[in-house]
């Protein structure tokens, strides 16, 4: 009867551990909408989040800041600055859809001109350097639980124009500061509960600009509705003024 627990339990836990047998669901398609709001708008709301969390997330060395400053039905992953690449380790509640970078950029501007505010020259100007380096992509892979997602060059976004802290744009003496961001991007639908892994590589390939020839590289061991208590395997390797990031 031992014996027959201890089979018992490790098929268990061998399922907990193996969600791709179920399939991988595709990314929300160009157009999708989550609570009303569009790639565009999400990604615009990404950054946002980005630089008011106290450790900006493309920083976090392993994962332990994944749940700062989460909310909503967005869960927000994170890229890196460049550089090495980077394995994290997350725990995410059910039924949160994941907004994934893969790479892009961010430019933010703060424009007067005699004491005023030019919002659409600020425009301008910002969405063509956010765009500069995503007009050269040059390769871009994304797995996810093992398994390659096609089409990565169809989910470009560019945000157009928002308020980089929103928060403080109406209080008096406060200059609007217009940022843009622009690069590819995924909206995962929620994961089934348990163990999966997604996996980035891309980079660009423009000569001679800043962070033209960034390489992007990191991984996440998610933990869908948390981690079982006998769950505690490494995760797996991975294969301003612009400002990278994914």
Excluded at 22 to 38: E, F, I, K, N, S
Aim: with cysteine.
């Amino acid at each position: 009867m031992t014996t027959f627990r201890r089979w018992c339990g490790l098929w268990l836990g061998l399922l907990a551990l193996a969600p791709a047998l179920a399939g991988t669901p595709a990314p929300l398609p160009a157009d999708a909408q989550v609570d009303g709001l569009r790639y565009a708008q999400l990604t615009a709301a990404w950054w946002q989040w980005a630089l008011t969390v106290p450790v900006q997330p493309y920083l976090d060395p392993d994962g332990r800041f994944c749940g700062e400053g989460q909310r909503g039905s967005v869960w927000f992953l994170a890229g890196t600055a460049g550089g090495a690449p980077v394995n994290r380790r997350c725990e995410v509640p059910e039924g949160k859809y994941l907004l994934l970078p893969i790479i892009n950029m961010y430019h933010a501007s703060r424009y007067v001109e005699n004491g005023q505010v030019l919002p659409m020259k600020a425009c301008t100007d910002v969405r063509e350097r956010a765009a500069l380096n995503n007009d050269h992509l040059q390769s871009a892979e994304v797995l996810v639980d093992g398994a390659r997602l096609p089409g990565i060059r169809q989910y470009r976004v560019a945000s157009g124009c928002f308020d980089l802290h929103p928060e403080t744009a109406s209080q008096p003496g406060q200059v609007r500061t217009l940022a843009a961001s622009d690069g590819y991007w995924l909206l995962l639908p929620p994961l089934p509960k348990g163990r999966h892994t997604i996996s980035v590589g891309a980079n660009y390939g423009k000569p001679g600009a800043a962070y033209g020839r960034m390489v992007q590289s990191f991984a996440y061991e998610l933990w869908i509705g948390g981690k079982p208590r006998w769950a505690f395997a490494p995760a797996a390797s991975a294969s301003r003024r612009a400002e990278p990031a994914g």
